[in-house]
Every structure is written in structure tokens, then in C-alpha cells.
Nanobody, 121 residues
Framework: QVQLVESGGGLVQPGESLRLSCAAS??????????LAWYRQAPGKERDFVAI???????NYADSVKGRFTIHRDNAKKSLYLQMNSLKPEDTAVYYC?????????????WGQGTQVTVSS
């Protein structure tokens, strides 16, 4: 089983930066081979994809964050990061860490509890 814990959220002004972290723990034997991603959900909205990074560090981003956000993984620390620059009020949401991989021959998916990011002047 994998546990994911996000941190780094907070209140910032438009144009400022923030870095989110996601620490993985538990019975992880193949963290290096897991795909890792960030999703976000604003009040009254559906949970939306933000960014993903696979085991060979290939990345993909939602159009709304391209050029502003960067996803990065540190396999030695079993951690995932999201560097958010040029933040806008519309980036305000709860940000969730996500991971999936093969455990015992079965695909498993894991979610963190979320961390609040508020962008306001």
C-alpha cells in the first residue's frame, strides 16, 4: 500500500510562485516505475488534470498551466513536486497528488488528501 501526503500549499498573491511537495510512504517496491501526477479541484468544480510525469520523466501538462508549472520527481526521496510560477486567481484550488503502478500484477491507484492553494490580492 502507498500513502501520499501533500504539503506546500498556502496563500499567495497573483504573479507569485509556490512549490508543492508530495511524499510517498508505505510498502513501495517500484516507486521509480510509477507514473505520478497532480490534479486540482476548485469549489463547485470537477477534479481536473494538471500535470503528469512517467518513469522516464516524460511530462504532460494541462493547457491552462503550460509554461507556468513544472512537475518534477525525486526517486531517491520518493517525492513528487509541482513548481508553480506566475500564479493566477484561477489557479486557486485544492491540489491532489496521484500515483499509479503495478503491485502484485495488478494496477493500483493512489490519491493524497490534498493541499489548499489560494491566489488572491
Amino acid at each position: 500500500q502507498v500513502q501520499l501526503v501533500e504539503s506546500g500549499g498556502g496563500l499567495v498573491q497573483p504573479g507569485e510562485s509556490l512549490r508543492l511537495s508530495c511524499a510517498a510512504s508505505g510498502s513501495i517496491s517500484n516507486f521509480n516505475n510509477m507514473a505520478l501526477a497532480w490534479y486540482r479541484q476548485a469549489p463547485g468544480k470537477e477534479r481536473d488534470f494538471v500535470a503528469i510525469i512517467n518513469s522516464i520523466s516524460t511530462t504532460n501538462y494541462a493547457d491552462s498551466v503550460k509554461g507556468r508549472f513544472t512537475i518534477h520527481r525525486d526517486n531517491a526521496k520518493k517525492s513528487l513536486y509541482l513548481q508553480m510560477n506566475s500564479l493566477k486567481p484561477e489557479d486557486t484550488a485544492v491540489y491532489y497528488c496521484y500515483a499509479h503502478g503495478i503491485f502484485g500484477g495488478t494496477m493500483r491507484q493512489f490519491w493524497g488528501q490534498g493541499t489548499q492553494v489560494t491566489v488572491s490580492s
